[in-house]
Every structure is written in C-alpha cells, then in structure tokens.
C-alpha cells in the first residue's frame, strides 16, 4: 500500500481473497483468467528480445535462434531442423517478403494461445508430420 493509502497490485498472479487475507493454499492458475490485451504484451516482448535492432521483424537468422530457443524451453527438449524452420517462417510470414513481422509475430502466437489444451496437444502431435508432408515435399 502506497502513502496515500492506494494498494499498488503490480503482479498478475491470483494474490488471495477479497477479505485482504492471504489464502494458506496455493492459488488455481487454472481458473484466473487473463485478457487479450496481457497475452498479446507477453508475445510482443518475446518478440522484442529477439529484435535487438528494433526494427518491428527478425530475420532468419533472429527467427531460428528464438525458435530454438522455445524447442530447447520444452519437456522433453525438442529438435528443428534448418529446413522445419523455413517452413515454419513461412507459415507465420503471411505476406511473404521473408522476414516474420512483429504483426505477424503475435497473431499467430496470440491465436494458438486461445485453442484448449486439448488442440493445442493434438497439434504438437500433429505439427512435425503436418510440416513434413505438406510444405516440405
């Protein structure tokens, strides 16, 4: 609580009940709910870790160190290929000029926020041989 007698809430994170007391247990993740404008912040500043030049896209290069950088944050690690991340880059290059945009960027990351776990399993099961037999051939 500020001097003034403001409570300064800075964390997203579930902090307790409305009685001001803090709840012994551990929040439920599950349940607290955060809005567009919060997932969208989170794909931008990912985006702008790999945009050391700021210049609103990341090259090939920028592109296949961030995606390596998410495969290796995965359980168990996960493996890309020159040529998954090409077709990857492609995929969220909607206006193909070769250089994956900050626009583009978050809205394809945003939308795959959005679908259950459920899709989002199926997906990850599916993705590699989607890939493999569709745009590598």
Known sequence: MSADGVQNNTTVAPQGNPGGTMLQETPDWDSYEIGEKEIRAVFDAVF????????????????????KAFANDCRPPVSISSRELASFQDILDKDKNGIVEQNEFTS??????????EDRAAFVKVSKTILISVFIV
Not at 53 to 58: A, K, P, Q, V
Not at 108 to 117: E, K, S, V, Y
């Open 108 to 117: 394809f990351f945003f939308d795959l926020a959005w679908i259950t776990p």
């Open 48 to 67: 702008f870790v790999y945009d050391k030049e700021s210049r609103g896209y990341l090259s090939a290069d920028q592109f296949g160190t961030l995606m």
